[in-house]
């Protein structure tokens, strides 16, 4: 994980740190799992979620013409993001999460369980994802991307998975200083808006931008949200 690069004269120096290994990432995840919810409500992220959904999928209606549309969360943690879509798309959807910590995903069902959607979730890693190619019409992952040292190749697996067409929404950590605190508590990287604007492109998906982060002033100071399409036709 890139930490630190600075030039001075013909010197290049470079500090780099090494990414956790999931294993590792689960079991910190697993620790934190009890009281991870308040930390999401202490920052302001459900508010910040619902609103940079209708804000993303107001403007997308093969979501709203399908008869239940497929979303995939990876990376699903205690549900906060898949709830939000809930509230943010007013038509069903079938919904499949992944999460590599299983405490996470114990309070995901909790928090899924009652709100009427028909969910599925299930222990994974999102560099290789257990799904077939071209089922989703909207895959997304919050705060995942950043802890692994080849981001690219979870992405590629998300891509892999959306239907031609379909969308990819990824949020991240910032460059700020909060995004700095989060770097050295959990190795992650922190992007600007133009890097993340990079990964997607490079991954392969079309009309990248992105999103304007409203509510929560804590998660706007620490995030950063972009989203990008499938091409219909691929090359």
């Known amino acids: 994980i890139p930490v630190f690069a600075r030039r001075l004269g013909s010197w290049q120096f470079t500090l780099r740190r090494r990414a956790l290994r999931p294993d590792e990432l689960a079991a910190r995840y697993d620790q934190a799992a009890p009281g991870w919810s308040r930390t999401l409500d202490r920052l302001g992220v459900p508010n910040a979620y619902e609103t940079l959904l ?8 093969s979501l709203y013409r399908a008869p239940q549309a497929r979303v995939l969360d990876c990376g699903i943690g205690t549900g906060a993001l898949s709830a939000a879509l809930a509230d943010a798309l007013p038509v ?3 919904l499949k999460g992944v999460d590599i910590s299983t405490r996470m995903l114990a309070r995901a069902r909790a928090r899924l369980y009652g709100t009427g959607i028909q969910s599925s979730l299930q222990q994974g ?4 994802l257990p799904f077939d190619s071209n089922q989703f019409d909207l895959a997304m992952t919050a705060h995942v991307l950043e802890h692994l040292a080849h981001p690219e190749t979870a992405l590629r697996e998300m891509f892999r998975v959306v239907k031609p067409g379909g969308l990819i ?3 991240l950590t910032r460059r700020s200083p909060l995004g700095a605190y989060v770097q050295l508590k959990w190795r992650t990287h922190r992007v600007t808006g133009h890097e993340t604007e990079t990964w997607l492109r490079d991954a392969g998906l079309e009309n990248v931008r992105c999103l304007p982060l409203r509510g929560g002033v804590w998660y706007r100071q620490l995030s950063v949200a972009c989203i990008g399409r499938k091409p219909e036709t691929l090359i």
């Open 92 to 94: 069903p959807f079938a």
């Open 54 to 61: 209708r804000t993303a999928l107001k403007d997308e209606p």
């Open 125 to 128: 890693d999102i560099q290789a």
């Open 169 to 171: 929404l990824v949020c």
